[in-house]
């Protein structure tokens, strides 16, 4: 009889999470964001146009963002389900993309980063921003830790080094903007 109960809960847990992904996409359209890049028709791969399609070089930020959010939750919440530690992982990533979309965040980011040009996410991106940070955490349940570990560092120097920037380098720019980083990421 267990098992009908834990596919109830499991129906139950995706419900939320759909729903979770849902809101997220209307919350975003109704602040203002498109729900497509403007330039043009939809693509899997953004290149140079950054946080504009399905996935770009800020992609690996945010599966990163899942490893953290596994270990964070394995250690203060391991008590939970796994899906339970995942709904929560992806209302933190959900509203962080929310957040990300305001013109707070959107004025700072032009202030104190090389992305003087930026004007928020596509809803098609922020959502799958999330889909990646989900991805990441799934990763990180089953990967050894090392193997974890090792992949976040090569995902923070691959973006660094193809785009000069990532998650590292974003969340110290945003907290404590540094103009050797600035002049760094602007190619000098």
Known sequence: MSGGRQGGNDIAVLAIGLALFAATAVTLAA?????????????????????????????PSHIVHGFFFYFILWLVARQRSLGIRALIAVLIEAAWEIIENTPWIINRYREVTVSADYVGDTVL??????????????????????L?????????????????????????MLIYPSDAILAWQAGG
Not at 128 to 141: E, K
Not at 148 to 171: G, K, M, Y
């Open 31 to 59: 602040m203002g964001q498109p729900w497509i890049a403007p330039s043009g028709p939809m693509r899997f791969w953004g290149g140079d146009e950054h946080s504009q399609h399905i996935i770009d070089w800020y992609t």
């Open 148 to 172: 974890s570990i090792l992949l976040a560092i090569v995902l923070e120097l691959a973006a660094a080094w193809a785009v000069r920037d990532n998650l590292t380098l974003n969340v110290i």
């Open 125 to 146: 991106n922020s959502v799958f921003d999330v889909v990646a940070m989900l991805v990441g955490f799934v990763l990180a349940a089953r990967l050894p830790v090392w």
